[in-house]
Each structure stands twice: as structure tokens, then as C-alpha cells.
């Protein structure tokens, strides 16, 4: 059964940093690609980078570009997002999810690609 915890979300102030973390248990990183994503109250849930199984390769949303690095330990299971200068605007509930289809050649950051998701880390970034 495939699982997907996250971890690390906070209270942060403007400009601060948070690294997140998304351990998954049930099945290897090295077959399934991973994603980041993040949905604010009243908003649709947005994709924020991810990574592909076969080779590290990533992808980020234009707006977490130069801020937002998402990194994998393969050895300990677990999909990092390390944030930086956050803002206001990066406060939501934070999810990893995974298990996309298998054709794709790259990863996504489409929700609806995704089947299995964590719970979800609240981050808020405030004064």
C-alpha cells in the first residue's frame, strides 16, 4: 500500500525558511515520481514542483522559482522541499503525492495525474 506522510510545516515570518518532508512508505522511490503541491483557503490546488523516479530530474512552478528546491534520499524514502524567502503568498496546506501513470515521460505537476496523497502540512507565512 502505497503512503505518503508530510512533515515540517510552521509558523514562519516573511523572507524565513521551512523544509518539508515527505516520507513514503509501501513502495521505492526509484519507480514513482513525486509531487508538491499546496492549496490556500478558496483557491484550487496548485502545483508546486516535483521529481522524476528514473533520474532526480525536476520541475518547478514559476512562482517558487530560485525559492523553492525539491531534493530526494532515496536511501531514506523520503522527498524533501526545502523553501526559502517565503511569503505571505506561500501560506496553504502542502501535500506530496504520487502514483501517476506510467506513460508519462517526465514528471507533472497536474493534480489530477496524481492518485495517492499525504495528509498535508499547514504552512503560514505571517508577521
Known amino acids: 500500500q502505497l503512503q505518503l506522510v508530510e512533515s515540517g510545516g510552521g509558523l514562519v515570518q516573511p523572507g524565513g525558511s521551512l523544509r518539508l518532508s515527505c516520507d513514503a512508505s509501501?513502495?521505492?522511490?526509484?519507480?514513482?515520481?513525486i509531487g508538491w503541491f499546496r492549496q490556500a483557503p478558496g483557491k484550487e490546488r496548485e502545483g508546486v514542483s516535483c521529481?522524476?523516479?528514473?533520474?532526480?530530474?525536476?520541475k518547478s512552478a514559476d512562482s517558487v522559482k530560485g525559492r523553492f528546491i525539491i531534493s530526494r534520499d532515496n536511501a531514506k524514502n523520503t522527498v524533501y522541499l526545502q523553501m526559502n524567502s517565503l511569503k505571505p503568498e506561500d501560506t496553504a496546506v502542502y501535500y506530496c503525492a504520487t502514483d501517476t501513470p506510467q506513460w508519462l515521460s517526465m514528471c507533472v505537476m497536474t493534480p489530477y495525474d496524481y492518485s495517492v496523497w499525504g495528509q498535508g502540512t499547514q504552512v503560514t507565512v505571517s508577521s
Open positions: 509501501g513502495f521505492s522511490l526509484d519507480y514513482y515520481d
Open positions: 521529481i522524476r523516479s528514473s533520474d532526480g530530474s525536476s
